[in-house]
């Protein structure tokens, strides 16, 4: 199973983006799809994820409202769209899979992306 994230770059304060998170090697039908960050000097947290098998979403506080998460199976892609974003968004941020539930420890998910960095200027 392989993931590749992409979709990075510069933004300004206000601005949005979309993160794709590429699956290879397994059906995206049964799966727990979760979006983490990670800032420089702090901890990786769990921003969002999805159970793809019963398309339920669960999303931290701080991003609730602004980000959404979704599916294509026919591309096997989960998405984060990111939209009125702010500096304290700037992060490198990855996907990850695990079998569902769709839980916030990082160490229970087996298959991480690379990172794709996002940086959001005032």
């Known amino acids: 199973v392989q993931l590749q994230a992409s979709g990075g770059g510069l933004v300004r304060t206000g601005d949005s983006l979309r993160l794709s998170c590429a699956v290879s090697g397994v059906r995206l039908d049964f799966d727990a799809v979760a979006w983490f960050r990670q800032a420089p000097g702090e901890e990786r947290e769990a921003i969002g994820c999805?159970?793809?098998?019963?398309?339920?979403?669960w999303y931290l506080n701080a991003v609730k409202g602004r980000f959404t998460i979704s599916k294509n199976f026919a591309k096997n892609t989960v998405y984060l769209e990111m939209n009125n974003l702010v500096p304290e968004d700037t992060a490198v941020y990855y996907c990850?899979?695990?079998?569902?539930?769709?839980?916030?420890?990082?160490?229970?998910?087996?298959?991480w992306g690379q990172g794709t960095q996002v940086t959001v200027s005032s």
């Open positions: 990850a899979a695990t079998l569902p539930p769709c839980v916030t420890v990082a160490k229970v998910y087996e298959h």
């Open positions: 999805i159970n793809t098998r019963i398309d339920h979403t």
